[in-house]
């Protein structure tokens, strides 16, 4: 299929636009999986996980238009391979700290963590060479280009379905944002948000093909509070771990100081980001007409395959 352009993206129907898009990140994520059961290292599970989270927000989208039975049949190799992506990401996360930090029994630790993480890795490379050996890439290619069990939006304007999205989302990432800023807000209402800003920030990025650079200010902040989110559930994370083991306590300590200190600073970031007249920015960039740069003819494509650059990635 040739390339559309962004006229036709924004003018043409959902549903081709949605399929597509899932299929560019279907593409990208066999390429991911492909390069992890090579070299199971920090960056490749890394990007594996972002390009589980970018397909599954493509396919959230495209679920009016692709059989529901495909999806949840599919989706469970998916949720292996993440949760086995997760548990080495956990010990590299450890690993780091512990390199950052001058602890006791620092050697020890190293050690045991290092040989979890061995573990985990050749976990991980089972599940994924699970994936080529399931044909699961051919098999979601098909679920994407299955006839859906009941197509009710898929001739509106793309342009309408992603504005009827992103409100519905931004305005759970806005409500859900607010608890999780409360001082009496617990570790796991942080968390539940840190989750809720990724599923929000992957598919603003999604439809950005639809509405250009306007929308570059949504995904900066959405990315700056996610990092913040992303500090906080590492050192709860990381203590938790190292809490298991000997001369682990120290250093959980002193990450339970950070986590504090990163919660108030999330904190602080969140009031100046609802008081800062962001939010009237956002609705009228995702409300407001295409922008002009996209009613120009251009040889862009909008459903460009290309894997998102290193620097856009949070884990």
């Known amino acids: ?141 098909a679920a994407l280009n299955s006839t859906p069990d009941k197509d009710a939006f898929g001739e509106e304007p793309s342009r309408e379905m992603a504005a009827r999205a992103l409100a519905r989302a931004m305005q759970d990432f806005l409500q859900q944002g607010n608890e999780a800023s409360s001082p009496e807000a617990s570790p796991e209402r942080l968390h539940r948000f840190r989750l809720v800003a990724k599923k929000f920030r992957y598919l603003v990025e999604l439809f950005q093909p639809l509405y250009g650079s306007s929308i570059d200010p949504i ?29 682990g306590h120290r250093l959980a300590d002193r990450l339970k100081k950070r986590q504090r200190k990163k919660t108030e600073e999330f904190r602080r970031y969140w009031d100046e980001f609802r008081d800062g007249g962001q939010l009237r920015s956002w609705i009228a960039n995702l409300s407001g007409p295409a922008p002009e740069e996209l009613k120009k003819p251009v040889a862009s494509s909008a459903f460009s395959s290309r894997p998102p650059s290193r620097k856009s990635a949070v884990a």
């Open 1 to 141: 299929m040739a390339p559309s352009r962004i006229p036709d993206a924004v003018h043409g129907a959902a549903r081709q636009f949605a399929v597509e898009q899932a299929h560019n990140q279907l593409r990208h994520l066999a390429l991911q999986i492909n390069r992890a059961r090579n070299s199971c290292g920090t960056e490749a599970v890394h990007h594996v996980r972002v390009a589980i989270r970018r397909f599954t927000r493509a396919i959230a989208v495209g679920r009016p238009y692709i059989r529901a039975a495909d999806v949840r049949k599919n989706r469970r190799r998916l949720k292996k391979i993440m949760n086995g992506a997760g548990d080495v990401r956990n010990c590299d996360v450890t690993l780091k700290f512990i390199a950052r930090f001058r602890v006791p029994q620092a050697v020890d630790l190293r050690s045991k963590l290092q040989e979890r993480r061995k573990e985990s890795a050749g976990l991980l490379i089972i599940e994924l060479k699970k994936w080529a050996g399931k044909r699961m890439t051919f098999k979601w290619r």
């Open 219 to 247: 995904v900066e902040s959405v990315k700056r509070a996610s990092a913040l989110l992303g500090d906080i559930n590492d050192c709860a994370t990381v203590a938790g771990i190292v809490a298991e083991y000997k001369g």
